[in-house]
């Protein structure tokens, strides 16, 4: 099929970026071996076409940060009937008050930036009148590893708190890892990036105080410029978006 020069090569942009990902698992240290990243495919301002070409190229799991965004794309026709295992992660900030709209959507498998205990009480709040009886939702906390004030997350001194929350009170929650979004550009060459390292300090603590698996707790970092780099690091859930998708404009 020939293309017009516009239009990006999603197939080959899933490509070009699994084999990336699994020339960077070669790089890690062996305790990371057994770990299989997990690419999130990000489609924010995205047409659902594009969606659709890479679920049919395998793709299964889906970031999108808007939560209109999000709420277009799971309850579109076309994306119910063609991407029947598509797992929609929202990787946007989420308000309390927008929850219900996220928790009724079809597909939706995960909410990776859980910011506060309020949010993870509306969360499991809410969870029993969307989810299938007796499931649970799958959360990861966000950590603003940077100290960037207009970055969402947690402090790191709070993670091991929220995580105790989430354990102990919010039965209806599954804690399947952290996250984090890093300091914006960032020079791998300088040395490994310290957003991940702290990132991978958080889980280390809570693993140590709570009694976990470090295995169990997936560390959500890199994207479309450091994806490699954060793989080497230990990251086990990496969110493209540029690199599947091509170029994005800025919102607004
Ligand atoms: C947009 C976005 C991404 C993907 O960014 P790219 O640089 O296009 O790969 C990843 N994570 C979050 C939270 C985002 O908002």
Redesign the pocket.
């Known amino acids: 099929m020939l293309r017009r020069m516009s239009e990006v090569d999603v197939r080959q942009g899933m490509k070009s970026v699994l084999s990336r990902i699994e020339e960077a698992c070669k790089r890690r240290p062996p305790e990371l071996e057994a770990l299989e990243p997990r690419l999130v495919a990000?489609g924010?301002l995205k047409p659902i076409s594009l969606i659709i070409e890479a679920y049919e190229a395998g793709q299964r799991h889906f970031?999108e940060?808007y939560v209109q965004e999000l709420e277009e794309k799971a309850t579109n026709a076309e994306i119910l009937e063609k991407c029947k295992e598509i797992r929609w992660h929202f990787?946007?900030h989420l308000q309390k008050n927008k929850v219900n709209k996220v928790l009724c959507l079809p597909n939706l498998y995960l909410i990776e930036t859980v910011d506060s205990q309020k949010l993870a009480t509306a969360l499991n709040t809410n969870w029993p009148k969307f989810g299938p009886p007796d499931s649970k939702l799958r959360i990861m906390i966000q950590v603003n590893t940077s100290g960037e004030d207009e970055k969402n997350g947690i402090d790191p001194s709070e993670v091991c708190g929220l995580t105790e929350y989430v354990l102990k009170e919010c039965g209806n929650l599954l804690l399947d890892g952290l996250m984090t979004?890093g300091r914006f550009g960032y020079n791998p060459e300088d040395g490994p990036n310290p957003d991940f390292l702290c990132l991978k300090r958080c889980r280390d603590e809570i693993c140590q105080n709570l009694g976990l698996d470090w295995k169990n707790i997936n560390l959500s970092m890199g994207?479309?410029?450091d994806f490699e780099h954060a793989i080497e690091l230990g990251s086990t859930n990496v969110?493209?978006?540029?690199?599947i998708f091509g170029y994005?404009p800025k919102k607004e």
């Open positions: 990000v924010k970031g940060n990787i946007g979004i994207m479309s410029d969110r493209v978006g540029t690199s994005r």
